[in-house]
């Protein structure tokens, strides 16, 4: 059994930051992909930001430059930078591990953390 746990949401004003971290924890072989989701109220999830297990990175339009997705192998945690907030970056953010036990790949998700960017 894998475990992630998430933490940093909260209410941020327009133009603040916040840093949320996604660890990862349980029966871990090794992780390759990681990512961060958002969903909005009355919206489908959507990719916000992807990693490899090599460093190779991908972002959605809406939060390129603002936002930087990077992990720390050692660890099996995955963070996410978010400069520049925005109020249509209010979500509820999911972090996402495919994760290697037993010879298999596995899609892992945490619980979600709320983001909410408003004055």
């Known amino acids: 059994q894998v475990q992630l746990v998430e933490s940093g949401g909260g209410l941020v004003q327009p133009g603040g930051s916040l840093r949320l971290s996604c660890a990862a924890s349980?029966?871990?072989?090794?992780?390759?992909?990681m990512g961060w989701y958002r969903q909005a109220p009355g919206k489908q999830r959507e990719l916000v930001a992807g990693?490899?297990?090599?460093?190779?990175?991908n972002y959605a339009d809406s939060v390129k430059g603002r936002f930087t997705i990077s992990r720390d192998n050692a660890k099996n945690t995955v963070y996410l930078q978010m400069n520049s907030l925005k109020p249509e970056d209010t979500a509820v953010y999911y972090c996402?591990?495919?994760?290697?036990?037993?010879?298999?790949?596995?899609?892992?998700w945490g619980q979600g953390t709320q983001v909410t960017v408003s004055s």
């Open positions: 349980g029966s871990i072989f090794s992780i390759n992909d």
């Open positions: 990693i490899t297990s090599g460093g190779s990175t």
């Open positions: 996402k591990a495919v994760v290697v036990h037993s010879l298999y790949e596995y899609d892992y």
